[in-house]
T-cell receptor, first 113, second 112 residues
Framework: DAGVTQSPTHLIKTRGQQVTLRCSPK?????VSWYQQALGQGPQFIFQ???????QRGNFPDRFSGHQFPNYSSELNVNALLLGDSALYLC????????????FGPGTRLTVT | EDKVVQSPLSLVVHEGDTVTLNCSYE??????LLWYKQEKKAPTFLFML????IEKKSGRLSSILDKKELFSILNITATQTGDSAIYLC????????????FGAGTRLAVHP
């Protein structure tokens, strides 16, 4: 039973560039949430997708956008990268009616130079 | 504003010591509190505490929830080097589906 997978593992980008991160949820899960974890901080909620729609959003600018595909996998896009976007980006999957059981992927480490 | 505060932020102990990690919270319509262990990247689930389950234990780890005083503690007895990790406390937000609010975490280092 495959857990949550994310790609790529690491990424280095330059300010102003755009990046796309990918997540495949745990088998059977239908909901994907994205979190940003800056160094020394706890994860912060970016947004959540269910049934291919953004269901709710945290306090992040519109430069952060996402998508969920029919197979429940998801992408996180960040435009016009800033140095402050450097962080570990975590994807978590769950079942819509099992809201507390979130399984996290290994994350993508994004470095913006 | 909903918030979760963990203390201490970091802790250094020797193998065999017992540690207590703290998590306080202020959220609307509290339902549950979760503890995660983050060793390298992916946080892994440890415990969920709810109104109907205010104490959990698994091996050397145990956790209690005090709904009156709005805090939880995570105890680790007879610590081992493999316990070295960041321990995160999180609370689901009322009306926020699966949205979790995390504390900043406690970085635990267990030295031989």
């Amino acid at each position: 039973d495959a857990g949550v997978t994310q790609s790529p593992t690491h990424l280095i980008k330059t300010r102003g560039q755009q990046v796309t991160l990918r997540c495949s949820p745990k088998s059977g899960h239908d909901t994907v949430s994205w979190y940003q974890q800056a160094l020394g901080q706890g994860p912060q909620f970016i947004f959540q997708y269910y049934e291919e729609e953004e269901r709710q959003r945290g306090n992040f600018p519109d430069r952060f956008s996402g998508h969920q595909f029919p197979n429940y996998s998801s992408e996180l896009n960040v435009n016009a990268l800033l140095l402050g976007d450097s962080a570990l980006y975590l994807c978590a999957s769950s079942l819509v009616f099992r809201e507390n059981e979130q399984y996290f992927g290994p994350g993508t480490r994004l470095t913006v130079t | 504003e909903d918030k979760v505060v963990q203390s201490p932020l970091s802790l250094v102990v020797h193998e065999g010591d017992t540690v207590t990690l703290n998590c306080s919270y202020e959220v609307t319509n509290f339902r549950s509190l979760l503890w995660y262990k983050q060793e390298k990247k992916a946080p892994t689930f440890l415990f969920m505490l709810t109104s109907s389950g205010i104490e959990k234990k698994s091996g050397r780890l145990s956790s209690i929830l005090d709904k009156k005083e709005l805090f939880s503690i995570l105890n680790i007895t007879a610590t081992q080097t493999g316990d070295s990790a960041i321990y995160l406390c999180a609370v689901p937000i009322s009306g926020g589906y699966n949205k979790l609010i995390f504390g900043a975490g406690t970085r635990l280092a267990v030295h031989p």
